[in-house]
Nanobody, 123 residues
Framework: QKQLVESGGGLVQPGGSLRLSCAAA?????????IGWFRQAPGKEREEVSC????????HYADSVQGRFTTSRDNAKNTVYLQMNSLKPEDTAVYYC???????????????WGQGTQVTVSS
């Protein structure tokens, strides 16, 4: 079964950092897939935060997180990461990872999703 699992969310003060992980069981090899990070705040649509190609050579970020968030992957560990620095209250959302063959920006194009992890930025 192709399943993604996010972890690393939590409560952090403005200006703080968190690192999210997106992992899969060994039978679901992420090395063949691009991975997108999305977030959804209450009452808002799900938006793409970043997407990293299967090789890790191509990465794009939403304007709202450019320069603050960094996506990386370790295919040997079958895990993708989202390092979030200089967090702001408006970054508060449930964060999801999802798989796709080639990055796009539409959540509808992604195949498999994790259950999400809550990130709350508040003093």
């Amino acid at each position: 079964q192709k399943q993604l699992v996010e972890s690393g969310g939590g409560l952090v003060q403005p200006g703080g950092s968190l690192r999210l992980s997106c992992a899969a069981a060994s039978e679901f090899s992420l090395r063949y897939y691009a991975i997108g990070w999305f977030r959804q705040a209450p009452g808002k649509e799900r938006e793409e935060v970043s997407c990293i190609s299967n090789s890790g050579e191509n990465i794009h970020y939403a304007d709202s997180v450019q320069g603050r968030f960094t996506t990386s992957r370790d295919n040997a560990k079958n895990t993708v990461y989202l390092q979030m620095n200089s967090l702001k209250p408006e970054d508060t959302a449930v964060y999801y990872c999802a798989s796709i063959v080639i990055c796009t920006t539409s959540p509808l194009d992604f195949d498999y999703w994790g259950q999400g992890t809550q990130v709350t930025v508040s003093s």
